[in-house]
């Protein structure tokens, strides 16, 4: 069973307005969680990421917010770029798992329409 | 350069034939993982290991190998190549604070 969900597989948004990208978990005991984009013929490049006791985390253009409550995490990108047209996948960690894995959900591809 | 490196970046190889792809990293992350990205599924690990002469496995395991005789190398195994293994392998250290990934190995089986 999924414990991280991206449920929407694929997202256009308009250059320059707001991208948001959301991602649900079934772990309560998650408190680490990230956010990963990976362009074409690239590895994953690591984006931005939140611990359980903070509920926003911003870095530039990206915000992350989490809601524990809901399970739930949503990645903004404001403005969107041309160069925001990649595949996010969100992540999410587990302090009770020793071996250091990272749980991904599927992904959500994001294309910026010009 | 200090990083992740995969070899080879593309690979054609035929069913039924043996298969190595290899991942190294210069940092002396103790935790190594092994990745398959297809299409719907994301990114489902394979195999990990935690430190030298420890490996276990992940989600996808079957049909795979791995040995970790050295820290810094975590070789990645097909035995006998079948066509679902078609797909593009990645490999990734732990950083601390999430994980550093290689650029990956577009692996088809024909």
């Known amino acids: 069973d999924q414990q991280v969900k991206q449920n929407s597989p694929s997202l256009s948004v308009q250059e320059g307005r707001i991208s948001i990208l959301n991602c649900d978990y079934t772990?309560?005991?998650?408190?680490?969680f990230l956010w990963y984009k990976k362009y074409p013929a690239e590895g994953p490049t690591f984006l931005i990421s939140?611990?359980?006791?903070?509920d926003k985390n911003e870095d530039g253009r990206f915000t992350v917010f989490l809601n524990k409550s809901a399970k739930h995490l949503s990645l903004h990108i404001v403005p969107s770029q041309p160069g925001d047209s990649a595949v996010y996948f969100c992540?999410?960690?587990?302090?009770?798992?020793?071996?250091?894995?990272?749980?991904f959900g599927k992904g959500t591809r994001l294309h910026i329409l010009p | 350069d200090a990083g992740i490196t995969q070899s080879p970046r593309y690979k054609i190889t035929e069913t039924g034939r043996q298969v190595t792809l290899m991942c190294h990293q210069t940092?002396?992350?103790?935790?190594m993982f092994w990745y398959r990205q297809d299409l719907g599924h994301g990114l489902r690990l394979i195999y990990y290991?935690?430190?030298?002469?420890?490996?276990d496995k992940g989600e996808v395991p079957d049909g795979y190998v791995v040995s970790r005789s050295k820290t810094e190398n975590f070789p990645l195994t097909l035995e006998s190549a079948t066509r679902s293994q078609t797909s593009v392998y990645f490999c990734?250290?732990?950083?601390?604070?999430?994980?550093?990934f290689g650029s990956g190995t577009r692996l088809t089986v024909v």
């Open positions: 939140i611990s359980s006791i903070k």
């Open positions: 940092w002396s992350h103790s935790y």
């Open positions: 992540a999410a960690s587990d302090p009770l798992n020793r071996d250091d894995k990272i749980i």
């Open positions: 990734a250290s732990n950083s601390g604070g999430g994980y550093t």
């Open positions: 290991s935690a430190a030298a002469d420890i490996t």
């Open positions: 772990n309560s005991m998650f408190d680490y």
